[in-house]
């Protein structure tokens, strides 16, 4: 009888970390711009604080210090707009940013390799990452994900429209009327709870509704599931 034994190789990471700080008195605007890693956004601060997490990883121990020595990271202010970016040479290397800041900004966030997770936030916002995670967020929004999972909580005029290759799940306050439509894969999953719309039309792949007034207008783009529910 063979028996075969599993071959492990060890992976080394080697870390650091920083902590940057800017003053968040008349801040109006964030602009991140992060090719490898992923960021966090906590709202509800009155300054704009970065915590920064750089890592290197490779099976050679001096290639993963080399790695990440390569991660080079940023936080400046000019005038009203704060601006984050973090820059990786390796493709085995990343920085991941907690940020921690004022809730009531114009917030522009692209992320070419990471994920993005924001809580509490309102304004009109840009996002772009692999996947997009959102919790009382309000505001004008576009996102360009691969997944998106998001509670917003939207206000009247607000538009929202979402581009995903993958899965969306989307909740909704019960309370506003929305103006909704969906383009999904014709094959997948497609959720959608009744906010009390008055006009529907449906086919494979495709939902419009307006619910109320419609005040709130919701875009959806996928070419996966879709669920959206209310709260």
Excluded at 172 to 201: C, Q
Aim: hydrophobic content about 40%.
């Amino acid at each position: 009888m063979l028996s075969l034994l599993p071959f492990l190789i060890a992976c080394n990471v080697n870390e650091s970390t920083d902590a940057l700080f800017v003053d968040g008195m008349g801040l109006t605007a964030i602009n991140i711009d992060v090719q490898a890693g992923d960021v966090t956004y906590l709202g509800g601060y009155g300054d704009l604080e970065m915590q920064v997490r750089s890592w290197g990883a490779s099976t050679d121990p001096e290639k993963a210090v080399a790695r990440e020595d390569g991660n080079t990271w940023g936080l400046d202010r000019q005038g009203a707009t704060a601006q984050a970016w973090a820059r990786s040479l390796s493709w085995n290397a990343g920085t991941d940013l907690t940020l921690m800041g004022p809730s009531g900004v114009v917030s522009d966030w692209v992320l070419r390799n990471g994920d993005l997770d924001i809580q509490g936030l309102s304004g009109d916002h840009y996002m772009e990452a692999d996947r997009v995670q959102l919790f009382n967020v309000s505001g004008n929004l576009e996102v360009v994900a691969d997944q998106v999972d998001a509670s917003l909580a939207p206000g009247p005029g607000d538009v929202i429209h979402i581009i995903a290759d993958g899965p969306v799940d989307l909740e909704l306050p019960w309370s506003r009327g929305y103006d909704l439509t969906v383009w999904g894969d014709p094959e997948a999953e497609m959720a959608i709870e009744d906010f009390g719309f008055g006009r529907v039309a449906t086919s494979p792949g495709y939902f419009a509704g307006v619910s109320g007034n419609g005040e709130v207008r919701v875009i959806i783009e996928t070419n996966s599931s879709v669920n959206i529910r209310s709260f």
